[in-house]
């Protein structure tokens, strides 16, 4: 039930970032998604343009599978400043296309990046017992 919760959550409070609008083109972004130094099996991430730090672009997603991520170009990010929120689940969806809360592997976990234009790749590591700190120093839950 909780995860079904961070999805309403994603989708709600991220839905006008990803159809932002701006000058910033949008590029590719792919690179490794690991906890604890291991690979994420399942997951998404989702890039949230940092308007305090002045990026008015468009937000992305990407789906995690065995470690690795790729945004679409059309669903990319821009250049600038992202605040970066990754989920992880140690199994896939079921056939009912919904996940019990129990395959979630830790709180999502928040991060800041700043993509200029030369990056292509990024990659994320979220150690072991330290979302619980990330999620409460950015006031998440």
């Known amino acids: 039930m909780r995860l079904l919760i961070y999805y309403f959550v994603m989708i709600?409070?991220?839905?006008?970032?990803?159809?932002?609008c701006?000058?910033?083109?949008?590029?590719?972004l792919n690179g490794t998604a690991?906890?604890?130094?291991?690979p994420i099996p399942y997951?998404?991430?989702?890039?949230e343009p940092?308007?305090?730090?002045?990026?008015?672009?468009?937000?992305?997603?990407?789906d995690i599978v065995n470690g690795r991520y790729k945004t679409r170009k059309n669903g990319g990010v821009g250049i600038g400043a992202y605040r970066v929120t990754i989920y992880g689940f140690d199994s896939a969806?079921?056939?009912?296309?919904?996940m019990?809360?129990?395959v979630s592997m830790f709180y999502?976990?928040?991060?800041?990046?700043?993509?200029t234009q030369e990056t292509k790749t990024w990659d994320f590591n979220v150690p072991e017992g330290g979302s619980s700190d990330n999620i409460r120093k950015n006031n998440i839950f």
Do not use: H, Q, W
């Open 43 to 47: 997951g998404s991430i989702m890039f």
């Open 22 to 28: 701006g000058t910033n083109s949008l590029r590719s």
């Open 100 to 102: 019990d809360a129990d």
């Open 93 to 98: 969806l079921n056939t009912n296309n919904s």
């Open 50 to 62: 940092d308007t305090e730090k002045g990026n008015s672009g468009s937000g992305g997603v990407a």
């Open 12 to 20: 709600f409070v991220c839905l006008p970032f990803l159809c932002g």
């Open 108 to 115: 999502p976990y928040v991060t800041e990046i700043n993509i």
């Open 34 to 38: 690991t906890y604890d130094g291991k």
